[in-house]
């Protein structure tokens, strides 16, 4: 197909009414000089946005940190947003599939669900499912470098939640080594600790914020609270942080599309 043609003459005149029918029409429009092509006016590709976060892992090698407390109140929290959530659970203590089957028995629904992880299919499991148009939330055990890498591997973003004692803070650092190595390998790589049980009073010692602050982080912090210890087998309900979590999220990776 021969494009339409335009003098550099007229072309000063006619810039904007050149450029509009160019993005309007989607055919481009070649510039002449003295009746010779110089260059040609195509239209913009429009910037694709970020896709959206289908597979979130929530991981550390340390034990007790809250990732299946975390885990299962950013899946309620997402899943208020109107989208289909699955917990893949792929810890063998199966936390995450006792807290479903408890709240079975007590006939309470969750507004997500929770399915076992297969640790040797892991990687496809969650991929299948968020082809498949679900949200998939991973929770992981804790000492599992396997299960942590495919986890991580996966996922479109790891969140690493971290207590604020130094203690926990100092065991950090097999984690994020581990994630360092991942990201080193992978091409597009999405992780941030995320404080758990923050106490806004106690704060956070200054050589723990310090440590803390050559890694990528989340604003937003998990508070402790009572509610999330009562919790297990029922429906979480105290989502502020969570749905906060989630916005934060969709907003670093390019918006809820
Ligand atoms: N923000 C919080 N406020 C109050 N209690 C919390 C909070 N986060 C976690 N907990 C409590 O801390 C304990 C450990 O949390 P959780 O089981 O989620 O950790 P985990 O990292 O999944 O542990 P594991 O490594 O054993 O799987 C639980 O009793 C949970 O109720
Ligand atoms: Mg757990």
């Given amino acids: 197909m021969t494009s339409k043609r335009v003098g ?3 072309l000063r005149e006619e810039l904007p ?3 509009r029918e160019v993005s309007e029409t989607g055919q481009p429009v070649t510039v002449t000089r003295h009746g010779q092509p110089m260059a040609t006016i195509v239209p913009g590709v429009p910037a ?3 896709a959206r976060p289908r597979i979130i892992a929530l991981t550390s090698l340390k034990g007790g940190v809250g990732k299946t407390t975390l885990t299962m109140h950013l899946a309620a929290a997402i899943a208020q947003t109107g989208e289909s959530v699955v917990v893949l659970d ?3 203590e199966v936390s995450a599939l006792r807290w479903q089957q408890h709240a079975q028995a007590e006939g309470v629904t969750l507004p997500f669900r929770v399915q076992a992880a297969d640790r040797n299919s892991l990687m496809r499991q969650a991929r299948q499912l968020a082809q498949a148009g679900q949200t998939v939330v991973i929770d992981t055990p804790p000492n599992n470098r396997e299960v942590l890498k495919s986890a991580a ?3 479109d973003v790891v969140l690493v939640p971290v207590l604020p004692t130094g203690m926990d803070i ?3 650092a097999t984690t994020l080594e581990l ?4 990201e080193a390998a992978l091409p597009r790589f999405n992780y941030a600790i995320v404080l758990n049980r923050f106490d806004a009073r106690k704060g956070m010692a200054h050589e723990a914020n310090a440590a803390l602050n050559s890694h990528p982080r989340l604003d937003t912090v998990v508070r402790s609270l009572s509610a999330y210890e009562k919790v297990f087998g029922g429906s979480p309900t105290e989502l502020t942080q969570f749905r906060e979590i989630w916005d934060e999220i969709l907003g670093a990776m390019g918006g809820p599309a």
């Fill in 8 to 10: 550099v003459r007229s």
């Fill in 17 to 19: 009414e050149v450029l």
């Fill in 48 to 50: 694709q946005p970020s």
């Fill in 90 to 92: 792929a810890d063998e």
């Fill in 153 to 155: 591997t996966v996922a």
């Fill in 170 to 172: 100092d065991r950090l």
């Fill in 179 to 182: 994630l360092a190595d991942l």
